[in-house]
């Protein structure tokens, strides 16, 4: 399976302010998604960040908010946007390769606990 | 739309007794159905996946599911209940055609609790 990293692996944050948290895999991959999991709820997919074009967002989430960058096939940031406290989530970058050796699995990383005052 | 249900929102079972985590589906054409595991304060682990062939699949930690496409489900099975298996269970889907992306829908977590 992939080995997937996140920074920062938590934070508090000011409301207004912004966060961007980072992704890192171990591999090359094609697809990467961002999933946002609130206190007690399941996770809710965000974005689909593909290389080379630019992010695809689900209903609900949108780009000023939510910008995301997929620089290369291993790193992907997601920046949480002038803050409210109903952002306070865990977020969690997750990837798939279909074309690989993990077939049509997502992998998760560790996830970012952030909390807004 | 694809949709995952999970009836129930907590398990309770005694260290040593089957453990069983419902999970039922709605998808256009050919489901991919995952099921993950979350511990206190970590990510999503993948567990199994079913995406065609035989209707048992076994993945980690002695975990099986079982695939029934006539009622829709994929329920999770353990014959024999750890208490490190307290955590939270996830069944996702998402439709094997091209149309639905690989973008995966979850349900909303079971919490499984193994007393000693």
């Known amino acids: 399976s992939a080995v997937i990293s996140q920074k920062p692996s938590r934070d508090i944050c000011q409301r207004g302010t912004s966060l961007t948290i980072q992704c890192q895999v171990d591999s090359q991959v094609t697809m990467m998604f961002w999933y946002r999991q609130q206190p007690g709820q399941s996770l809710t997919l965000i974005a689909t960040a593909n290389q080379g074009s630019e992010a695809t967002y689900e209903s609900g989430f949108v780009i000023d908010k939510f910008p995301i960058s997929r620089p290369n096939l291993t790193f992907s940031t997601l920046t949480v946007s002038n803050m409210s406290p109903e952002d306070s989530s865990i977020y969690l970058c997750?990837?798939?390769?279909?074309?690989?050796?993990?077939?049509?699995?997502?992998?998760f990383g560790p996830g970012t606990r952030l909390t807004v005052l | 739309a694809q949709s995952v249900a999970q009836p129930e929102d907590q398990v309770n079972v005694a260290e040593g007794n089957p453990l069983t985590v419902k999970c039922t589906y709605s998808?256009?054409?050919?489901?991919?159905l995952f099921w993950y595991v979350q511990y206190p304060n970590r990510g999503l682990q993948f567990l199994l996946k079913?995406?065609?062939?035989?209707?048992l699949v076994k993945g980690s930690y002695g975990f099986e599911a079982e695939f029934n496409k006539s009622q829709t489900s994929f329920h999770l099975k353990k014959p024999s209940a750890l208490v490190s298996d307290s955590a939270l269970y996830f069944c996702a889907v998402r439709g094997a055609n091209l149309a639905a992306g690989n973008k995966l829908t979850f349900g909303g977590g079971t919490r499984v609790l193994v007393k000693p």
């Open positions: 079913y995406i065609t062939g035989d209707n």
């Open positions: 997750s990837v798939e390769d279909p074309a690989g050796v993990w077939g049509d699995t997502q992998y």
């Open positions: 998808v256009s054409g050919n489901p991919y």
